[in-house]
């Protein structure tokens, strides 16, 4: 998590956050249309801000990975050249299933790494509209 301070007039002049982002990657694409208008941003590391919800960040959560795969596809169909969306996802699909087939004795975990390639096949046959098509939670 992350905590984030932004003057108003910046955060509306960007368009605030891309509200097709369900969650993960909706941060850094608002640093990143704040960075095209040439302006920066600052990293500050403390520990002074603590949140008290529940935290889901294990990378072998089904939901986090879904999701998290789900917003960068969109950043790089948002942001970027659609060739290097390509390459994203061909590499992803490349990486997701070698991580099949280490995943053999557990059926959930090779769903979820099936339903991410998915995710990258989609964007391989010329359907990337991740904003639309992948509008609502998996």
């Not at 889901?56 to 795969?69: G, R, T």
Request: with cysteine; hydrophobic share 45%.
């Amino acid at each position: 998590g992350a905590f984030l301070m932004i003057r108003a007039e910046l955060f509306s002049s960007v368009g605030g956050f891309d509200e097709r982002y369900f969650m993960y990657l909706e941060d850094a694409d608002l640093g990143y249309q704040v960075r095209k208008r040439g302006l920066r941003s600052v990293l500050m590391e403390t520990d002074s801000v603590v949140h008290l919800g529940r935290h889901y960040e294990e990378s072998d959560n089904p939901f986090v990975m879904y999701n998290m795969n789900k917003g960068q596809i969109l950043f790089y169909e948002k942001n970027f050249a659609k060739w290097s969306l390509y390459c994203l996802a061909f590499l992803g699909f490349l990486a997701y299933s070698v991580r099949l087939l280490f995943a053999r004795n557990n059926k959930n975990n090779r769903d979820e790494i099936r339903a991410v390639m998915g995710l990258y096949a989609q964007v391989l046959a010329g359907n990337p509209k991740v904003g639309k098509a992948f509008a609502g939670n998996k």
